[in-house]
């Protein structure tokens, strides 16, 4: 499958989430952020949900439908998710493949150990489906603010 391309429509897609099975053309009509995150419960990625669950209200405003993806099964994210109290569904992609759609599978290193993770990123969709904002390499501060900026801007 093709990755994805900023101008072009992201393919339909369909995914395991925490409220159930979610399609991308059930999103038709409404702007979607997808954030990929690299694990439930670690720091980083909590604080960039929190980020983002402290928004929510504001990308309903805007009328955005938020949700986040990773690696995880769909019972650690449930979990995560009760525990957070976020308002938006989280994706379970164990086999990568949404990774791999949106390119964000990526060899990392840490302490000069090498492996494969999420690298994590951020993409903005519009009604139609085409992608139209994608933030790579996130550093969480004012990450959401921004995204939420993005999106009032479509």
């Not at 694990?39 to 986040?68: I, M, W, Y």
């Amino acid at each position: 499958m093709a990755k994805v391309a900023i101008g072009k429509k992201v393919p339909d897609f369909r995914a395991a989430s925490t409220g159930g099975e979610f399609r991308l053309k059930d999103a038709a009509g409404g702007k979607l952020v997808l954030y990929f995150y690299p694990k439930d419960n670690t720091s980083g990625c909590t604080k960039e949900g929190e980020a983002f669950r402290d928004l929510s209200a504001e990308f309903r405003k805007a009328k955005v439908t938020l949700l986040g993806v990773s690696p995880d099964s769909l019972a650690s994210h449930e979990k995560f998710k009760a525990k957070y109290r976020f308002p938006f569904e989280l994706i379970a992609d164990p086999e990568h493949e949404l990774c791999a759609l949106f390119d964000v599978w990526k060899e990392k290193s840490m302490y000069g150990r090498k492996y494969m993770g999420v690298e994590r990123s951020t993409f903005l969709l519009d009604g139609a489906g085409v992608l139209r904002g994608e933030w790579r390499k996130v550093k969480v501060p004012g990450h959401a603010d921004e995204v939420l900026a993005a999106a009032r801007a479509l």
